[in-house]
C-alpha cells in the first residue's frame, strides 16, 4: 500500500491507515463477506489519510509504437504486466490489552457472546496491496506493510490464476517482505531487478499495481529525486517518483524503460500531489540473500551515537572537511569501543566507501554482515586514522519488531503468552508479546533479552522455553532481562496461570 505522509516542509514518518487495513494501505472491508465497493474505497481511504511507501522479458525500445509523434509504452506494459500481483491479505482481530478473556459462561451472564475477548473475537480483517514476481518458481517481492500482521495471503495474477502464499521473511526496517507461492508452476511470469544506482534524476519511469482495488493500473512519469530520507526508518534512501502512486499500490513495481525493477513503490505523500517514494532495487537485491536463507535481516553494528558534520562543527573541531560523520556517543562494550573509537572522532569511509553523513554510516554498516572484519578511516583531532574494527550484530531497538528466523527460533509456551528467538550474544530475545498475556502484565516487552530465569542461566531460547514449560501453574517466576544495547540487567515477575 502507498500510505500517506504529512504533506509539510519537512517529511516526519510513515503513516499506515486505519487497523482495518492491516497496517496496508489499500481497500478495507470489516469482514470477509463483505463486498468490494471501488467508490466507497475511495472516499473511505481518502478519509482516513493522515494529516501530517528467472525469466527476463526486456521491453526493447525498437520496438515500441508511435502514434502523432507519442512514443506508446505498450509493448513494455505488455512484457512485464503479467509478472506483477495482487496480494490480498487476511488476519483475525487483534485482542485489546484491556479486554481479557472472561471465564467460561461469565460472558453469558452479562449478555455478551460466548468467548468474549477471546483470540479471533469480532469479525476479520482484510486489507490488499500488490507485489511482482522475481523467480518463475513463485518467489514474489511486496512490502512488509503488507504482510506483517496476515494470517492467510493470497495472491491474484493478471491471468486470472490465485494462489495461497507464505511469507518467506521480512525486514520491517526498509520494509521489504518475501513470499513463495504454494503449488505454483515453475514457470510463472517473472520481471528482473535492474540497477536503481544508474537511473538519471528525469529518466522516464512506469508503475503497475492495484491502487484502490484496481487491479493490474498503469501509471507514468519520471524519476524526480533519489536517496530520499522521509523519516520512516533508519535505513531511508527512496526514490521519488511524479509516477501515480496511490493507497493498494504498495509492493508493485517501479520499472524503468527496460523493464527492469528499479524500485517497489512503498509511500507517498497525503493527497493528490503526484510525490511517491520507492525502496531503490539495489537495496533491496542486499537484503535477498538473508532473507531467502533465513526470513530475516541481522545487520552489522558499530555501537555509536553519530551526527552530521556540519560546517560549524567542522570549524569548531578544527577540521577542513566538510562531509563525515561526527561520533557523540560510544556504548560500552560495542564493537566501536573495543576497536579504539572515541568521542568527536569523525568518521569518513568504511571499508573504502565515502561516508557523508550520520545516515550514510547507519546505511553503510548496516549492508554488512555482523562478525565481519572492516577497515574504518576516520579523523581524530585533525589527523588521519585507519581502524580495525569486527562489526556486532545489530539489536532490536526499542519499539522495533524482531522478527523470527523460519529455523532456529522457538515459541514459550503459550499460556505465558510471549515468543522468544536465540541471540548472537547469548539469552532469548523477546520477539513478541500478546496483549493482555502474563508475560505483557509481567512488564515484557519485544526486544528485552532473557538471560536468567530464577536461578537457571539461559544461553538460548530453547534454555528459555524449557525452564518455562516446567513451571508450575501458580508460580511466580522471577525473570532477569537486558534492554537492548545495555549492560546493565532488570527484574521482571511474570505468574504462570493455572491453565
Known amino acids: 500500500m502507498a500510505c500517506s505522509l504529512p504533506s509539510r516542509r519537512f517529511l516526519t514518518a510513515l503513516v499506515l491507515l486505519p487497523a482495518a487495513t492491516l497496517g496496508a494501505c489499500g481497500q478495507a472491508v470489516a469482514s470477509a463477506s463483505a463486498a468490494p465497493n471501488p467508490s466507497a474505497t475511495v472516499t473511505a481511504s481518502a478519509q482516513a489519510q493522515a494529516p501530517l511507501p528467472i525469466q527476463k522479458t526486456l521491453f526493447n525500445p525498437a520496438v515500441g509504437g508511435a502514434q502523432n ?9 505488455d512484457a512485464v504486466k503479467g509478472a506483477v500481483v495482487n496480494v490480498e491479505v487476511r488476519a483475525k482481530p487483534r485482542r485489546s490489552a484491556a479486554v481479557q478473556r472472561l471465564p ?13 475477548g477471546g483470540e479471533g473475537s469480532g469479525p476479520a480483517r482484510q486489507g ?47 520494509d521489504v517482505a518475501l513470499l513463495k507461492l504454494k503449488g505454483a508452476p515453475s514457470n510463472l511470469p517473472s520481471v528482473p531487478l535492474g540497477d536503481s544506482d544508474a537511473v538519471r534524476v528525469g529518466d522516464a519511469v512506469m508503475a503497475i499495481g492495484n491502487p484502490f482495488g484496481l487491479a493490474s493500473s498503469v501509471s507514468a512519469g519520471i524519476l524526480s529525486a533519489r536517496a530520499r530520507d522521509i523519516q520512516a526508518g533508519p535505513y531511508d534512501e527512496f526514490l521519488q517518483t511524479d509516477a501515480a502512486i496511490n493507497p493498494g499500490n504498495s509492493g508493485g513495481p517501479l520499472f524503468n524503460m527496460k523493464g527492469e525493477v528499479v524500485g517497489m513503490n512503498t509511500a507517498i505523500v497525503g493527497g493528490a500531489t503526484g510525490i511517491g517514494f520507492a525502496v531503490p532495487s539495489k537495496l533491496i537485491q542486499a537484503l535477498l540473500p538473508q532473507l531467502k536463507e533465513t526470513g530475516v535481516v541481522r545487520r552489522g553494528w558499530l555501537g555509536l551515537a553519530v551526527q552530521d558534520l556540519t560546517p560549524d562543527l567542522s570549524r569548531a573541531l578544527g577540521l577542513e572537511a566538510m562531509k563525515g560523520a561526527v561520533v557523540a556517543g560510544v556504548n560500552r562494550n560495542s564493537p566501536g569501543e573495543r576497536a579504539g573509537l572515541r568521542e568527536e572522532d569523525v568518521i569518513t569511509s568504511v571499508n573504502g566507501r565515502p561516508v557523508e553523513s550520520a545516515g550514510g554510516l547507519t546505511r553503510a554498516v548496516a549492508l554488512l554482515k555482523p562478525d565481519s572484519r572492516v577497515k574504518v578511516e576516520l579523523l581524530r583531532g585533525g589527523k588521519a586514522q585507519t581502524l580495525d574494527v569486527t562489526l556486532g550484530t545489530r539489536p532490536a531497538m526499542n519499539g522495533e519488531e524482531e522478527v523470527q528466523p523460519r529455523n532456529g527460533s ?58 518455562l514449560s516446567s513451571a508450575k501453574p501458580g508460580a511466580a517466576l522471577l525473570l532477569r532481562v537486558r534492554m537492548p544495547g545495555s549492560e546493565s540487567t532488570l527484574l521482571r515477575a511474570v505468574e504462570v496461570p493455572n491453565r
Do not use: C, W, Y
Not at 509523434?69 to 506494459?77: E, F, H, K, M, Y
Not at 467460561?104 to 468474549?116: D, N, Q, S, V, Y
Open 69 to 77: 509523434g507519442i512514443t506508446s509504452l505498450a509493448p513494455l506494459v
Open 104 to 116: 467460561p459462561g461469565m460472558a453469558e451472564r452479562f449478555g455478551l457472546p460466548p468467548g468474549f
Open 128 to 174: 490488499a496491496g500488490s507485489g511482482f514476481i522475481i523467480d518463475p518458481s513463485g518467489i514474489v517481492l511486496t512490502n512488509n506493510h503488507v504482510v506483517e500482521d496476515a494470517d492467510q495471503v493470497r495472491v491474484k495474477l493478471d491471468d486470472g490464476r490465485a494462489f495461497d502464499a507464505e511469507v518467506m521473511g521480512r525486514d520491517p526496517l526498509t
Open 410 to 467: 522457538a515459541t514459550a509456551p503459550r499460556r505465558l503468552g510471549v515468543q522468544l528467538s536465540d541471540t548472537r550474544e547469548g539469552g532469548a530475545q523477546v520477539v513478541a508479546v500478546e496483549p493482555g498475556s502474563p508475560a505483557e502484565r509481567g512488564g515484557l516487552v519485544p526486544g528485552m533479552v532473557l538471560v536468567q530465569v530464577g536461578d537457571q542461566k539461559i544461553n538460548s531460547a530453547s534454555d528459555a522455553v524449557q525452564v
